[in-house]
């Protein structure tokens, strides 16, 4: 692999260099970032662990790698002056683990679906003894009166779930049976 340092610049206020470069790497893979760093500093006459690639791109359809590099005085520099996710990709820093992830599931998980629903399930919650009050529907005959916006929003509410009307004409379905049975 060749390294070319197209451009370089110093910049004193914040104590590092910053350098543009080009690497080439015929018939072998894109080099990784260690490689890079490593290259950077032996071209750069420093060490390894003051090098900092800030970003790098390879070239679609030929073997060049084009990227962009700091390198400070000091790693204490580097370490002040970069961004966090920037010295975790470079390893210089290791990256932080939440602690609140771990103690965060206190819902159950929501149970997989079946393909097909089973038999309907009895209802515990309700009393024996007291009949299941029924919904009075309004005569069919009547026409519906042009509903106002407060009066769209309420509606949906008092309408029965798609759920409580499947029950219903299940329960339907399983009592007409027994009638017919019997001659």
């Known amino acids: ?3 070319e340092v197209v451009q370089r610049k110093e910049n004193p206020l914040l104590k590092r260099t910053e350098v543009s470069f080009k690497a080439i790497h015929k018939a072998e893979p894109t080099p990784t970032r260690d490689a890079l760093r490593a290259f950077l500093a032996k071209e750069l006459k420093a060490t390894k662990d003051i090098v900092v690639i800030d970003s790098q791109a390879s070239t679609f359809g030929r073997y060049e790698t084009v990227g962009y590099a700091k390198v400070y005085k000091t ?3 580097a370490l002040i002056v970069e961004r966090k996710h920037i010295l975790v990709r470079n390893k210089l820093i290791e990256p932080e683990v939440k602690k609140d992830a771990a103690p965060k599931p206190e819902k159950p998980a929501p149970a997989p679906r079946a393909a ?3 038999a309907p399930k009895p209802e515990a919650s309700k009393p024996e003894g007291k009949p299941e009050p029924k919904a009075e ?3 069919a005959k009547e026409e519906p009166k042009p509903a106002s916006k407060e009066e769209k929003k309420a509606a949906p509410k ?3 779930k798609p759920a409580e009307k ?3 004409k299940k329960d339907e379905k399983k009592a007409e049976p027994k009638k017919k049975g019997g001659k």
């Open 116 to 118: 097909k629903p089973a």
């Open 137 to 139: 529907k309004p005569p």
């Open 1 to 3: 692999m060749e390294l």
């Open 166 to 168: 499947k029950e219903e």
């Open 158 to 160: 008092e309408e029965k």
């Open 75 to 77: 790693k204490e520099q």
